[in-house]
């Protein structure tokens, strides 16, 4: 059995229509959309709505971590938005279904899926077609082992669309329970997982998922959600956690087999 697993797709729908070539089956950890590409400040959401310049700007005080700047510098640019009469809420959605349409046409059949930080759930059931299986909180059975799907962000100061309390997240992750493949967007809560070397920040990771990882022992516990980890890989008891990869840099399915 060959299952490719991918995240952080960020609108990547040209790598991702070749994602599941030679596999019995593809994982998506979720991020889907693509807001602001840290790499090419052209890409994204962001940049098509408010310019290079500003994206160049934005990138520069999230990664100084001046949260506050930020979003200050967002509230000013979504107001000039606001009063030429374009809603912000039904231009971003615009946006983020144009990016859905492409991306959900792109996954093979069978594709099983979950939310990332970014993404909207809410309008996941338009797109997503019968061979694509949306799971979060949830299990499924891939060639003889039950895969767990946990889905989404917890809060922080960037406040993306899929951010929830500590207390949702966990309870999700109790709801899964034992399984073979314990697969989320963000990591367990463990240092060198959760540091970006690029950006030079921690990301949240779960503290429920590295008790439930240490308590369950899956065989694999994978995720992405952290572009440049300062570690790709540990081993937590039995559990061999792994960070998929940036798929919208590498185009490359990480490969599980048995």
């Known amino acids: 059995m060959r299952v490719h697993v991918v995240s952080d797709v960020h609108g ?10 030679g596999a019995d089956a593809l994982v998506c950890l979720g991020d889907l ?8 400040h ?8 408010f310019g290079v310049a500003n994206a160049d700007t934005l990138v520069e005080l999230r990664t100084a971590r001046r ?15 606001d009063r030429t009469g374009a809603g912000r809420e039904a231009v971003i959605e615009g946006a ?5 349409a492409d991306l959900f046409a792109a996954f093979p059949t069978p594709t ?32 003889g082992r039950v895969f767990g799907f946990v889905g989404g962000g917890l809060a922080t100061p960037m406040k993306t669309p899929y951010e929830i309390s500590d207390e949702e997240y966990a309870a999700k992750v109790e709801a899964v329970g034992e ?3 314990l697969c989320t967007h963000i990591p367990p809560d463990v240092p060198d997982l959760c540091y970006d070397t690029v950006a030079r ?11 439930a990882i240490r308590t369950t022992r899956p065989r694999y516990s994978l995720f992405g959600h952290v572009h440049q980890p300062l570690a790709r890989r540990a081993r937590i008891g039995s559990t061999e956690c792994v960070n998929v990869g940036h798929f919208n840099a590498t185009g490359t399915p990480y490969v599980l087999e048995w």
């Open 179 to 181: 399984v073979d493949v």
């Open 112 to 143: 099983y899926a979950t939310y990332g930080n970014v993404d909207m759930p809410r309008l996941w059931p338009e797109y997503a077609g019968p061979g694509t299986t949306v799971l979060d909180g949830q299990r499924v059975e891939i060639g």
């Open 12 to 21: 990547n729908s040209r790598d991702l229509a070749a994602a599941g070539h």
């Open 201 to 211: 920040r921690f990301e949240r990771g779960s503290a429920a998922l590295l008790h």
């Open 42 to 49: 052209s890409r994204g959401i962001f940049p098509d709505l």
């Open 67 to 81: 949260f506050a700047e930020a979003r200050e510098l967002g509230r000013r640019l979504w107001g000039e938005l």
């Open 96 to 100: 983020v279904r144009r990016q859905y």
């Open 33 to 40: 959309v693509l807001f602001l590409d840290y790499a090419d």
